[in-house]
């Protein structure tokens, strides 16, 4: 079992800039790859980064490309997520997702593991 321990939400100015870690609670010596979702009221959970376990590769969705980071890799065992010119759109509960696969690396397929979420909160 991987618990995933998430920190660095808060409540952000449009336009501004937040870091998200996540990290597992103990050393897991696995070579996981990792990810960050999203939930915003009313909305589905949606994927938002992901890094391989090397870090080598990453992956991100549309609506974020050019504004969030994410970096980190094994045997450390963390994902940060730096987001930067926040948009109120990016008003969520960030989850931190671990343990899932890359399939033919094109994409990050969602892992068992998941975090209790963070809240990030953009205003004006």
């Known amino acids: 079992q991987v618990e995933l321990v998430e920190s660095g939400g808060g409540l952000v100015q449009v336009g501004g800039s937040l870091r998200l870690t996540c990290k597992t609670s103990e050393p897991t010596y696995s070579l996981l790859n990792m990810a960050w979702y999203r939930q915003a009221p009313g909305k589905e959970r949606e994927f938002v980064a992901a890094r391989s376990w090397s870090g080598g590769l990453q992956f991100y969705a549309d609506s974020v490309k050019g504004r969030f980071t994410v970096a980190g890799s094994a045997p450390e065992d963390t994902i940060d997520l730096q987001m930067n010119d926040l948009k109120f759109e990016d008003t969520a509960v960030y989850y931190c997702?671990?343990?899932?696969?890359?399939?033919?690396?094109?994409?990050?397929?969602?892992?068992?593991?998941w975090g209790q979420g963070t809240q990030v909160t953009v205003s004006s």
């Open positions: 997702n671990a343990g899932g696969t890359l399939p033919g690396r094109k994409y990050y397929s969602t892992g068992n593991y």
